[in-house]
């Protein structure tokens, strides 16, 4: 299993672009790269996937280099409301889904 | 279209009492998930059914909790005798299938306190 590293904390002001790298050294040749979003008193939430080069929808972008060892998850002009934790996990086939302590952000007014 | 549905949303208990998580996946998904958060702590994975058959259960404490899934859909997850450690979020999920790439959706979770 990848394991991911992550910063523990963030802090942004209101309609800010933020950046979370995600580390993923050991990631296999066949694991997909996915975030989560999670609210307190709420499950995780699907935001976005990629397995190389960037993928965009419309909550996130996610780029990821070549050598995929890292990845970094996009969200422009962030608002309140995007203060939540984030998980960035790494696999393939059916192994589970590992997920770390995440990123808390903090979005300030 | 409903979501992961799980009752209770609280439950506090006394410890060694039993206690009983539910579960109702959405429509279709074939596969359920069970994990445990721990406060500051992100989910870790507790067992996997494929349909009704339990698939992956190493993490799952088999002394104290079982889990099972009636007919591939709805799922109860138990703890007994339930200890102090075990106060925690347990949370349901399901997808599609259980492929990397496949989408988990998340119930809003059981917080358990046991006191």
């Known amino acids: 299993l990848a394991k991911t590293t992550q910063p523990i904390s963030m802090d942004s002001y209101e309609g800010q672009e933020v950046n979370i790298t995600c580390s993923h050294n050991?990631?296999?040749?066949?694991?997909?790269i996915t975030w989560y979003q999670q609210f307190p008193s709420q499950g995780p939430r699907f935001i976005i996937q990629?397995?190389?080069t960037k993928v965009t929808n419309e909550v996130a972008s996610l780029f990821i280099p070549a050598d995929r060892k890292s990845s970094t998850l996009s969200l422009p002009r962030v608002s309140l409301s995007d203060t939540a934790v984030y998980y960035c996990?790494?696999?393939?086939?059916?192994?589970?889904?590992?997920f770390g302590k995440g990123t808390r952000l903090s979005v300030i007014a | 279209e409903a979501g992961v549905v799980q009752s209770p949303r609280y439950k506090i208990i006394e410890k060694k009492q039993p206690v009983a998580f539910w579960c109702n996946p959405i429509?279709?998904?074939?596969?359920l998930y069970w994990y445990r958060q721990n406060l500051g702590q992100g989910p870790e994975l507790l067992i996997r059914?494929?349909?009704?058959?339990?698939?992956?259960d190493s993490q799952l404490p088999k002394d104290r909790f079982s889990a099972e899934r009636l007919k591939g859909v709805d799922s109860t997850l138990k703890i007994q005798p339930a200890e102090l450690g075990d106060s925690a979020v347990y949370l349901c999920?399901?997808?599609?299938?259980?492929?990397?790439?496949?989408?988990?959706?998340f119930g809003p979770g059981t917080r358990l306190t046991v006191l």
């Open positions: 999920a399901s997808s599609l299938e259980a492929l990397a790439g496949t989408e988990q959706f």
């Open positions: 990629g397995y190389k």
């Open positions: 059914y494929e349909n009704e058959e339990a698939v992956d």
């Open positions: 050991n990631i296999a040749t066949n694991d997909y």
């Open positions: 996990l790494a696999n393939s086939g059916n192994t589970p889904l590992v």
């Open positions: 429509s279709g998904h074939n596969t």
